[in-house]
């Protein structure tokens, strides 16, 4: 039985196959819509996360499949101090396969270690949230043809943003990639993705602290939100705000081509009068979502 | 200064100078009903200086947490006056040897769960705890 808990548990060879089937339910929907009949999925949020949930069951109920679950810990058994192992042992007895987010960092391997049916991490604290990952990567392949040979630029919260290091961490392991990490210094990348990740595998990377600058080159542009309260100075806050919000004046010197990603919510970090942009790609990213997650769920049920 | 020989118990050799309060302080010896002794800075052909513990019983030694703590170290385990020496190695996994400080770890609400660490780095001896991949800190805790 296999779980998905960290991006990095999946090959490139896996990731492939998973990217292949969501795009084969794209082309054929219908051939997909009750290959899950009277399987179930329960939905375990240990903290609300509208969108992710809704992705999730979505993804079950287009397959075929029902969904089951709850919301917040205040519906759950957690309030009445249930362990994680307890909860996943009962709820594998009601359910086929299992999507999770917990505020606690490692909660969903705790859960695989004890599950009788598949998990999926969909977020644990600041740590993995993997079905993003996948989501970002169905994107990169749709709109750009395929993951190699890329230039990428990753802007806003880099140090504290588990989206933009995971991946960092996926796609570095695609060919002929350059990443352009734009960020304040504040919240730069963390040295051990730098060491461990960009420099041991040679991959060349710049870092900026200006959105601008490395525009022209750009293939990707992944937009992330810089927080106020990340930084330890108001002011330096209120002076660097605006350098890292996308607007159409930023745009001009970007390829035609470049594509435009976020992995939502947006507050104010890409401008609305960017939406129509045809390289605004962060909605079509959204029904990438479901679509990878419709994948993945037949993945880990053995159905592919 | 003269420790009596031992019959049966361990001597714990080639620490290095100043380390052996840390191992001390992780095999819990304070704990023991049986005479410890603590040697420092001792006079070493190979080291320079070097700690050594003696302890006058056969206990359970957690052998990882040595490796954790020095990995350099030799244990001489004596039985009945035999001798059979050990060397510690870094361990791959250390398993309730240390607290993971990540507040937002799972850990941190579920006292049950085994503390485990990896060993993700053996150059750098860098563990991370399994759940949340956090660093342990060299000081050992």
């Known amino acids: ?304 | 200064m003269t420790v009596d020989s031992i019959q049966n118990g361990y001597v714990i050799d080639h620490i290095k100078a100043g380390k052996a309060m840390d191992i001390y302080k992780a095999l819990n010896l304070g704990d023991l009903d049986c005479s410890v002794a603590i040697l420092m800075n001792v006079p070493s052909s190979k080291m320079g200086k070097k700690d050594i513990i003696k302890i006058d019983k056969l206990i359970h030694l957690d052998f990882t947490a040595l490796g954790y703590v020095d990995p350099g170290i030799t244990v001489n385990t004596i039985n009945n006056g035999n001798v059979s020496k050990k060397r510690a190695e870094l361990p791959r996994e250390l398993r309730n040897v240390l607290k993971c400080r990540n507040p937002r770890c799972i850990t941190s609400i579920e006292q049950e769960l085994p503390q485990v660490f990896k060993l993700t780095d053996p150059q750098k001896r860098i563990y991370r705890c399994i759940y949340c991949e956090t660093r342990a800190d060299q000081d050992g805790q």
């Open chain 1, 1 to 304: 039985m296999k779980h998905l808990i960290d991006i990095m548990d999946l090959s490139v060879a896996e990731i492939d196959e998973l990217i292949e089937t969501a795009l084969d339910i794209i082309k054929d929907p219908e051939k997909y819509q009750d290959v899950l009949r009277h399987k179930k999925l329960a939905t375990l949020f240990f903290e609300p996360s509208t969108r992710t949930r809704l992705s999730f069951e979505s993804a079950m109920l287009s397959l075929g499949g029902s969904v089951l679950g709850f919301s917040e810990a205040q519906s759950s058994s957690a309030a009445k101090g249930e362990s994680v192992a307890d909860t996943v042992r009962v709820v594998g007895c009601y359910a086929d396969i299992i999507a999770m987010r917990h505020p606690k960092e490692g909660a969903p391997l705790v859960a695989s270690m004890f599950s009788p049916v598949p998990i999926i991490n969909a977020g644990d604290g600041g740590h993995n949230h993997p079905t993003q990952t996948l989501t970002d990567l169905l994107t990169i392949r749709r709109e750009k043809g395929g993951l190699d040979n890329l230039t990428i630029g990753i802007c806003g919260d880099l140090k504290y943003g588990r989206t933009v290091h995971s991946l960092i961490n996926a796609m570095s392991r695609y060919r002929n990639i350059r990443f352009v990490l734009i960020s304040p210094d504040e919240l730069k990348v963390p040295d051990y993705i730098i060491n461990d990740v960009l420099k041991k595998k040679n991959i060349p990377f710049k870092e900026t602290a200006s959105l601008e600058d490395s525009m022209e080159d750009l293939d990707i542009l992944y937009m992330t939100r810089v927080q106020r309260e990340r930084f330890f100075d108001e002011s330096e806050y209120m002076r660097l705000k605006d350098s890292y919000i996308l607007t159409p004046e930023k745009l001009i010197n970007a390829k035609k081509t470049m594509s435009i990603l976020h992995p939502l919510p947006r507050v104010n970090e890409i401008s609305v009068a960017v939406d129509n942009d045809e390289r605004a790609c962060y909605f079509r990213q959204v029904l990438n979502g479901k679509f990878i997650r419709m994948a993945l769920i037949l993945k880990l049920l053995e159905v592919i």
